[in-house]
């Protein structure tokens, strides 16, 4: 594993979501991925979609996850968006990975934002 990427916390909010520990309002679901809408949406339309392994980040991911995963995970993806009905309209996805994007749970996820015009890509804190 890179030394950048931290240990996977089986604990994380996300994982306990997967075990059924926890609730979510479930879009997809599949051997590979599970979707499902932001407690906190940020947009008309956010969901996440959040691997089945245990994974921290898509850098974690895109190092030890195998090819029938990464497939997998992005055809969840894409399925989410179709079930969404934000093809036609578009979408935004985006992953946080590490202390400069504010990543808040450790396991890897991707979000799908839409529903609405979202303005141009990021918006940049100042730096004092
Ligand atoms: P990130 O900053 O990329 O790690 O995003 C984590 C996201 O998970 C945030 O947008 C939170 O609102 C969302 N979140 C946290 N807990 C839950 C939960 N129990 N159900 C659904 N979304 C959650």
Not at 27 to 45: R, S, T
Not at 68 to 94: C, D, Q, W
Not at 110 to 126: N, P, S, W
Request: glycine fraction near 8%; include cysteine; aromatic fraction near 8%.
């Amino acid at each position: 594993m890179s030394a950048a990427v931290i240990a996977y916390d089986p604990n994380n909010i996300f994982a306990r979501i997967l075990r059924g520990e926890i609730p979510c309002k479930k879009v997809y679901e599949d051997e590979h991925a599970l979707a499902f809408h932001d407690i906190n949406p940020q947009a008309k339309i956010h969901v996440l979609v959040i691997a089945k392994g245990a994974y921290v980040s898509m850098a974690d991911f895109s190092i030890k996850a195998s090819d029938k995963e990464i497939v997998g995970f992005f055809r969840a993806e894409g399925t989410t968006a179709e079930k969404l009905g934000v093809i036609e309209s578009g979408y935004r996805l985006l992953a946080n990975h590490g202390p400069n994007s504010h990543q808040e749970v450790p396991h890897l996820h991707v979000h799908i934002f839409g529903g609405q015009k979202l303005g141009r890509m990021i918006a940049v804190e100042r730096q004092s």
